[in-house]
């Protein structure tokens, strides 16, 4: 290849690599929402649990100091306002929540690996390229002086 050759080669590797960064970015960005998504999930689960009163798994009044006057007949506790705890919905939605995440770092996997290749090719290029202008700039009488 020549000289021009190898230099729009090596521009489309750049830009080649650049779409590579910029779509790891993106899924990055998409796992960083999951996890606010998570963490909302997860902060309305203990909302409900302490609001509803049905903590017995979490704390069942026996073990001294763990969450003092949160037994089920805890003053801060209004019976008329239980909402039901939903515990299914809470970790089937979590559930999905880890797939999705777990898809978005198989692909950030797959672009790290096409990223090394493209900078291990911009490199070879990089190589041929100086050996081209070596060459070239011999052909034409360059002296070594």
Do not use: W
């Amino acid at each position: 290849m020549g000289i021009a050759a190898n230099k729009f080669r090596l521009l489309f590797l750049a830009a080649s690599k650049s779409d590579i960064e910029y779509k790891v970015l993106t899924l990055n960005q998409k796992r960083k929402a999951l996890m606010d998504s998570a963490e909302s999930l997860s902060r309305d689960f203990a909302d409900n649990i302490f609001q509803s009163g049905q903590r017995s798994d979490l704390y069942n009044g026996a073990l001294p100091g763990v969450f003092p006057g949160m037994g089920q007949d805890s003053p801060f506790i209004d019976p008329s306002d239980e909402t039901p705890f939903l515990k299914e919905k809470y970790e089937a939605q979590i559930a999905v929540i880890h797939s999705m995440d777990k898809e978005y770092e198989i692909e950030i996997k797959k672009l790290e690996s096409f990223y090394q290749a493209k900078k291990t090719e911009i490199d070879s290029v990089k190589e041929m390229l100086k050996k081209n202008i070596e060459k070239e700039y011999k052909a034409f009488g360059g002296s070594s002086s």
